[in-house]
């Protein structure tokens, strides 16, 4: 977890400041991106909900989505169109500027679509937008790539965060 202190304080500070709020949905990262952000003091003022969506069912009974809805979209679970998918029904659902989500496969295999152990998905969705990236670890390591997830995730995020506030100021 201190690892992943700086970039979950950045992103509370950022959030802070802009006087917004985050709520974030993930699989893979089994609740560390949720975590991170609620380890910073005063998270009550940004943070709102964070979910861990890691079966259909948890889809369905915490967002309301079922295969169907996803499948009609012509998206997958561990792609990009379904992590900005799943931000956007976290921001929508909680009310919120702000929403991160992942998705993928942590490990020791991959997961059904065919991708490999350390495929992950993540989107950023604000606003002004959505951002979303793809990481592959190339490891089988379960934990590591929990962590790596969650830290790319963050990343992105705080990337996010500091150019709107950026775009804010000029």
Request: proline share 5%.
């Amino acid at each position: 977890m201190r690892e992943l202190e700086p970039m979950g304080a950045k992103a509370g500070a950022l959030l802070k400041a802009r006087g917004e709020r985050i709520a974030v949905a993930e699989s893979s990262a089994g609740g560390l991106i949720a975590a991170s952000l609620l380890a910073v003091p005063g998270a009550s003022q940004f943070f709102v909900s964070g979910a861990v969506v890691y079966t259909a069912r948890a889809l369905k009974t915490l967002l309301a989505v079922t295969r169907e809805d996803i499948q009609s979209r012509g998206m997958r679970s561990s792609s990009e169109p379904y992590a900005v998918f799943l931000a956007t029904k976290m921001r929508e659902a909680h009310r919120v500027e702000w929403a991160v989500s992942e998705t993928g496969a942590a490990g020791p295999t991959g997961n059904p679509y065919g991708d490999p152990p350390g495929h992950s998905c993540f989107a950023v969705v604000s606003p002004a937008g959505s951002q979303s990236r793809t990481l592959r670890t190339g490891s089988s390591d379960r934990t590591a790539n929990m962590w790596a997830f969650t830290e790319a995730a963050l990343g992105l995020l705080v990337e996010a965060l500091e150019a709107q506030t950026k775009h804010t100021v000029s």
